[in-house]
């Protein structure tokens, strides 16, 4: 194997090892603002074409994310979806010690593609997730259907016509390690080319 010059082990490590945290084992206490700010500042450090920041964020506390939980149970019942799966989500966001909701807002651009700057708010959301587990707090992304409901997502959010959410990070105390999971079998999906 051959080694660059200023490989990081460490972070590799953390890297081939990490595991996100099921937001339904968060607990409190979840970061304060002064905690928060530098793992935000984490994620945005993230590939970004054109330097459009063609995302935003939205940090939920906790009368916020009850009040969401309120008006996932409200438009969920509007749009007759399934009671076991509408309380699921109704769950998440009632007990969830903080979420941040990443936004994809592309901006207008005759160079980048709209899809570039979807994938980078997509980047942000696992970004901020590594982000959150490297500084030793547990963190989940979800979205979910409340999240693709053009009318939730304006209501409950106050988004506009052109974003998207992106995906709802939960933030919290770990509550349980949860168990490994299957990987990928990297082999099987890799193609190498020669010529």
Known sequence: MIAPL???ADVLDFLMTRRSRPAK??????????????????????????????????????????????????????????????AKTVAEYRNSPLAVVVVSAPKPSEKIPQIEQVYSAGAVCLALVNACLAAGWGANWLSGWASHDETFRKTGFGLSDSERIAGVIHIGTEGAVPPERPRP??????SWVDV
């Open 185 to 190: 079998d990297v082999a099987a999906l890799t």
């Open 25 to 86: 084992t968060l607990t409190a206490p979840a970061p304060d603002r002064e905690t928060l700010l530098p793992l935000l500042t984490a994620a945005a450090r993230t590939p970004d074409h054109g330097k459009l920041e063609p995302w935003r964020f939205i940090v939920l506390k906790r009368a916020a994310l009850d009040r969401i939980a309120r008006d996932v149970e409200m438009r969920g019942r509007q749009l007759e979806v399934d009671p076991d799966k509408l």
């Open 6 to 8: 200023r490989a990081n």
